[in-house]
């Protein structure tokens, strides 16, 4: 094997795991099971700091099978873009397809548009994936109109910071009870490779601190950020989802671009 200009190329790429069969065949089997994340957390928290979706144009980052893009555009967007690395991601989105939405096989850090094309950005869980974060906050930036907003949902930095989701962190009794949640290295801002249906998968983990200073630097300003926990509807009935209150799963964050 050589080094040449290639294989450097390949080694600077992001990742592409939801390409991978195994991979994606277990991820589109924990969306469609019973109390996924998606359906209690994700999807309401999303909605509800985007609220009025009415006459927007909208570009989803990471987009994946394109549901929050199908919702946006059945809440009356003008127009969604939907981007995505996975071409078997997309090539779900496109069973299900609407007027008004376009989807286009990019990395996100790749993705080019001109300045002021959009009122929203939404990204769901998607950003732990990205390497270098302010390049394409700045883009994101550049891309919304002067007053747009940038939402997005992440895996939440104390997730990130050891062994995370894909291991889970939890610490148990001596009855193997789950009574905490171990996090550690969170200051190592640094790539994390885990198993998730198959090995290698990485993510980056960055600290709170540099998540918020990289939108500041950008150029956004904070409205709102969520560190939720299951809704009590659903605590009632699956009390074992009690447990998500010891520390929280994923972190919301709505920006307004300052221009
Ligand atoms: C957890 S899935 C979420 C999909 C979708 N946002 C949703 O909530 O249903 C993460 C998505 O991000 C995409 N992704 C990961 N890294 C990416 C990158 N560098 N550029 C664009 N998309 C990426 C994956 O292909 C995958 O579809």
Known sequence: MTNGPDTKTKMQMPQNIYDNETFFEGYMALRAAELNAN??????????LIGE??????????????EMCRWLVDSGAASVTGIDLSERMLAAADEQPRERIRYIHTAAEDAQFGPNSFDLVASVLMLHYIKDIGPLLRNIHTWLRPGGRFVFSMEHPQMTAGQGILEPGWVLNDDGERIAWAVTSYSDESERVSTWFVDGVVRYHRTMATLINSLVDAGFRIERMLEPHAPEEF?????????????????????????
Request: hydrophobic fraction near 45%; glycine fraction near 8%.
């Open 39 to 48: 359906d209690i957390m994700i999807r309401p928290h999303m909605r509800e």
């Open 53 to 66: 979706a009415s006459g927007l144009q909208v570009l989803d980052i990471g987009c994946g099978a394109g």
């Open 235 to 259: 605590e009632k009935r699956h009390p074992r989802l009690l447990q998500e209150r010891m520390r929280p799963a994923f972190l919301f964050v709505s920006a307004e671009v300052v221009k």
